[in-house]
């Protein structure tokens, strides 16, 4: 998969969205799980894009914890076999390589293994964070520091760094 351009939208043609458009033009903020976005559509109309971006979030916090957990389940391992084969969406593709996840050395690709499998095995969902906030460096050091903690903080660490790539990408949607 290459780098897609994503127009950019405005404030106005997302607040004029009926659900199945708000759905189409936001859905896919949320990994594989446009659902989120079509029940932020009831918050709207948004006056500012950080009002957008915090109706998209509240939906994360209202959610059963049933579905934060399926909706975890839902991201792709960072630097993951999928990854390599190109089959991620647009927009992971686009943040795993702005921290270099797609040049990894064989040595590195396997550390990247070694981390994402012992990590699920631990917490049962795969490590998330926010890579455009980080370094290959960082990444590997916040591996192994929250490999050091316990689910339920590990849980709220994974929907944080998903509202801020929630929040990352909506403002690179609309351009503010």
Same mark, same amino acid.
């Given at each position: 998969?290459?780098?897609?351009?994503?127009?950019?939208?405005?404030?106005?043609?997302?607040?004029?969205?009926?659900?199945?458009?708000?759905?189409?033009?936001?859905?896919?903020?949320?990994?594989?799980?446009?659902?989120?976005?079509?029940?932020?559509?009831? *918050?709207?109309?948004?006056?500012?894009?950080?009002?957008?971006?915090?109706?998209?979030?509240?939906?994360?916090?209202?959610?059963?914890?049933?579905?934060?957990?399926?909706?975890?389940?839902a991201h792709p391992d960072l630097a993951g076999k999928a990854a390599r084969?190109?089959?991620?969406?647009?927009?992971?593709?686009?943040?795993?390589a702005s921290a270099g996840l797609d040049r990894l050395s064989d040595a590195?690709?396997?550390?990247?293994?070694?981390?994402?499998r012992r990590y699920r095995e631990k917490f049962g969902f795969p490590f998330?964070?926010?890579?455009?906030? *980080?370094?290959?460096?960082?990444?590997?050091?916040?591996? *192994?520091?929250?490999?050091?903690?316990?689910?339920?903080?590990?849980?709220?660490?994974?929907?944080?760094?998903?509202?801020?790539?929630?929040?990352?990408?909506?403002?690179?949607?609309?351009?503010?």
């Amino acid at each position: 998969m290459g780098t897609v351009d994503v127009p950019a939208l405005t404030l106005e043609a997302i607040n004029r969205a009926d659900a199945d458009g708000f759905t189409a033009v936001l859905g896919d903020v949320f990994e594989s799980s446009p659902w989120f976005a079509r029940r932020a559509h009831r *918050h709207g109309p948004f006056t500012s894009t950080a009002a957008l971006i915090r109706a998209m979030t509240r939906v994360l916090d209202e959610a059963a914890d049933e579905e934060k957990l399926a909706f975890i389940r839902a991201h792709p391992d960072l630097a993951g076999k999928a990854a390599r084969a190109r089959d991620l969406e647009p927009d992971s593709t686009r943040e795993q390589a702005s921290a270099g996840l797609d040049r990894l050395s064989d040595a590195d690709f396997t550390l990247f293994m070694d981390l994402n499998r012992r990590y699920r095995e631990k917490f049962g969902f795969p490590f998330i964070i926010a890579v455009r906030d *980080h370094t290959l460096d960082s990444i590997i050091e916040a591996f *192994h520091r929250r490999l050091e903690s316990d689910p339920q903080t590990e849980m709220a660490e994974a929907l944080a760094n998903i509202a801020r790539i929630v929040s990352l990408r909506i403002r690179e949607r609309i351009g503010k």
